[in-house]
């Protein structure tokens, strides 16, 4: 689960870790209300939506004045941003974050990360903060460092004196970076976090570290031990598509593509989309029912795919091992008596009963084709894309 920045901030700060002042705001009346009480001069204007970039797009804006500032975070609200992570559907700005100004000295990079290939937590870090991270660790490697987290959420002495080393801090700032470390490390682990970003933190003029912009990523199915976190979702930042999927537990990604794709399991989910993709096609989706999906559940996929006005046609992937063809069978039928598709219907099963779920979509007397292998189905598929 994507989190917004102040929620980041406001985790960052329940573990010691210094952050900016902040207020935030929904509409004018609390605009007017924040900068009533704070009576900031100048400051900075931040939309809350859940994709990086903003800044690119005009999401991040300077005011050098209580009326501009007043003003910029009126004109935020509401706006559409499109990002490289957005889309080109973008998301609209319901929430922005007012802050002062920070009087920068030096930028940093530190986050804390599941890193898959060491199949451990993991605190990365560079000197160059404030830029994508990914170009960094492309055009400058050396310039960042990783140190292993220990699963209580402690970090080694001597991996701390490393990394503080490596980001040249010195004097009073090298404890407080010792620290501060510390509790990043901490935070990560005790929210059963997949990423806790600080970008940039930031040296101040006052010799002051502080966590200047964050980002928060939480373990879907670590939710039930985090219930204050769980509070956090935000339904307004997703498609439609998404917010169903997440009610019904199912897991569902849009994708710019044409061929919607239902399916069970995600490894073959994934190798649908592959075979798709292969024979020149476009995936509208990636959408797992499971393996025991009910009737209800694939009624509410197909109803999903069919949110997405871009899809042309579906294409259904049916492996039965513990899911019954049969049973699905019945079940896609039923759904088809209820719920109008109007774009073609592509159908691949394998597995246990598939030949009793053949016949039932054989004899079920709407406009369904069956395919007998995925290459079949996805070339199939292919011809109604566009």
Known sequence: MNTHEYQAKVLLKKFGVPVPPFFLATNEEE?????????????????????GGRGKAGGVKIAHTAEQLQRTAEEMLGMRFITAQTGSQGIICNKVLITPLVDIKKEYYLAAIMDRSSAQPMLLASSEGGMDIEEIAKTKPESLIKIPIQLDGSVRSYHILELVKFLGWEGDIRHLGGQLITQVAQAFITS???LLEINPLVLTAQQELVALDAKLSVDDNALYRQPGMEQWYDPDQQTPGERIARQQGLAYIGLDGTIGCLVNGAGLAMATMDIIQYYGGKPANFLDVG?????????YALKIILSDSRVRVIFVNIFGGIMDCGILAHGLVDTLKVQSVNIPLIVRLEGTNVEIGKKCLADSGFKITSVNSMEEGAKEAIKWQS
């Open 31 to 51: 605009i007017a209300e924040g900068m009533k009480e704070f009576n900031w001069q100048q400051g900075v204007v931040k939309a809350q939506i859940h994709a």
């Open 192 to 194: 059963d976090a997949s």
């Open 291 to 299: 393996g025991g999906a009910t009737q209800e559940q694939v009624a």
